[in-house]
């Protein structure tokens, strides 16, 4: 394998000057460089990034952690992340945690140990958590996406849960219901309670009652969906119309309510959350709140690359605002 010497006695030049020119340290002339790059061409030369990353102390790599889950959610940020991270140079490490704590911890201490230059973690164990690895790996930039209080340094990337849960809320009362549910996500998890907040705030601002038996907590998952559903059903009359805190749990609604010949929206308006990909293929397809998934990847990998780059320094907080999609599962309702 050829060495930067090999290059520099074929140039005829030094090796420093070698090591300038490949490492775009120092100008060199645009002959001598010609002659360098060359010469490293005739000989095959390949650098080290090993070598590279230690001198300039930087891997070029980031690393990702997620909460394993079957929401095309979760996939549409990683997509934004791994794009963003291919623009700008970078290569990504996606862990997952399978939903376990010691198993996040031990990813996050696996990923600092290989010298990535900064985390994003989008795991909902870690609200509430100190991490020890990052009392070891001090300096290390971490970007929290979508999710709620942290004991730790980092930037957030999040949703405005509270103006989103709102909107959903609000735009069934313009559409003239009076009596709606709710179904939650873990109401642990801070996006979930925000959601669930700007459901309550939408309600007492039209000075409309809640009734407990149309709120639910569930799983965000389409089976938890099926279960909140079946429980509200349980409990007596249902309300006109329902706000589920994502897409998969409202999938699974329209699919209990299919089967209990409940037909969407004539019987029983929904409105999810998320906008994931296939909610405008389902039958009726899905009116919800659609958050920016590619955008909160790509702002995730644009706050560490900002941070390492020292264009940041002060711990920041980026909101991306929802908006509403229109589609056909809900309906106006008259009385």
Not at 139 to 166: E, T, W, Y
Not at 251 to 277: T, W
Request: charged share 20%; glycine share 8%.
């Amino acid at each position: 394998m050829a060495t930067m010497k090999d290059i520099a006695k074929r140039a005829g030049v030094s090796t420093s000057t070698v090591s300038h020119v490949i490492n775009k340290t120092r100008y060199v002339s645009d002959e001598i460089a010609a002659r360098v790059n060359q010469a490293a061409k005739d000989l095959n030369y390949s650098p080290s990034a090993l070598a590279r990353s230690l001198k300039m102390n930087r891997t070029k790599t980031l690393g990702m952690l997620v909460t394993t889950s079957t929401n095309p959610f979760f996939g549409e940020v990683v997509k934004g992340v791994e794009r963003s991270c291919y623009q700008k140079g970078y290569n990504l490490i996606l862990c997952n945690t399978e939903g376990d704590d010691h198993r996040m911890k031990e990813s996050i201490n696996t990923l600092l140990e290989k010298r990535v230059d900064g985390l994003i973690l989008m795991c909902s164990a870690l609200e509430g958590e100190h991490i020890d690895a990052f009392d070891r790996f001090p300096g290390v930039p971490v970007v929290v996406m979508d999710r709620g209080p942290v004991h730790f340094a980092c930037d957030k990337i999040q949703d405005n849960s509270l103006l989103g849960g709102f909107m959903a809320t609000n735009y069934l009362i313009e559409c003239g219901h009076r009596e709606i549910g709710c179904i939650t996500g873990p109401l642990k998890i801070h996006q979930a309670y925000m959601r669930y907040e700007g459901f309550k705030k939408a309600m007492t601002n039209a000075k409309l009652p809640i009734n407990p038996a149309w709120v639910a907590e569930a799983n965000f998952e389409c089976d938890g969906g099926v279960d909140a559903f079946e429980h509200i059903c349980q409990r007596g009359p249902l309300p006109s119309a329902l706000f589920v805190g994502n897409d998969m749990m409202a999938m699974g609604v329209v699919n209990a309510a299919h089967a209990r010949g409940i037909r969407i929206p004539q019987d029983l308006s929904i409105i999810g959350y998320d906008d994931i990909y296939i909610a405008k293929y389902i039958t009726p397809p899905l009116t919800t709140i659609h958050q920016p998934k590619h955008r909160l990847g790509t702002a995730a990998v644009e706050a560490l690359v900002n941070r390492l780059d020292k264009h940041k320094t002060d711990a920041q907080v980026v909101h991306l605002e929802p908006t509403l999609v229109v589609r056909d599962s809900v309906r106006e309702y008259i009385a």
